[in-house]
């Protein structure tokens, strides 16, 4: 798998990262960050949504990881369809199907 790593901005200025690693056999989402005073502006979901598409175009699920603390950004992937799949000590296991 190729880490591709990508600066999200949003009108010219920037507001986050994301890491998303691309195979045939999936998508695994490894970091998704988004600054705390741009969330709740859609800007995450705008992103989640265009990997999901392009996912579903590849009939491939997408992937990723959630720290058990962590109940703001687990409510906001199981809001995009995202189901848990599993649990390490640490984190939740998410995955959406295409």
């Not at 960050?33 to 579903?56: N, P, S, V, Y």
């Not at 997408?62 to 189901?83: C, E, I, M, S, W």
Request: proline share 4%; net charge negative.
């Amino acid at each position: 798998m190729a880490h591709e790593f990508n600066v999200v901005q949003c009108d010219g200025v920037d507001v986050g990262a994301l890491v998303l690693d691309r195979s045939p056999e999936g998508y695994w989402l490894s970091q998704l960050f988004i600054q705390a005073d741009r969330t709740g502006q859609g800007i995450g979901t705008a992103l989640m949504t265009q990997i999901c598409e392009e996912a579903k175009a590849q009939a491939v699920p997408v992937k990723l990881q959630v720290l058990h603390p962590n109940t703001r950004a687990a409510d906001f992937y199981l809001k995009l369809g995202f189901k848990e799949v599993g649990q390490t000590e640490t984190h939740r296991v998410m995955e959406r199907q295409p």
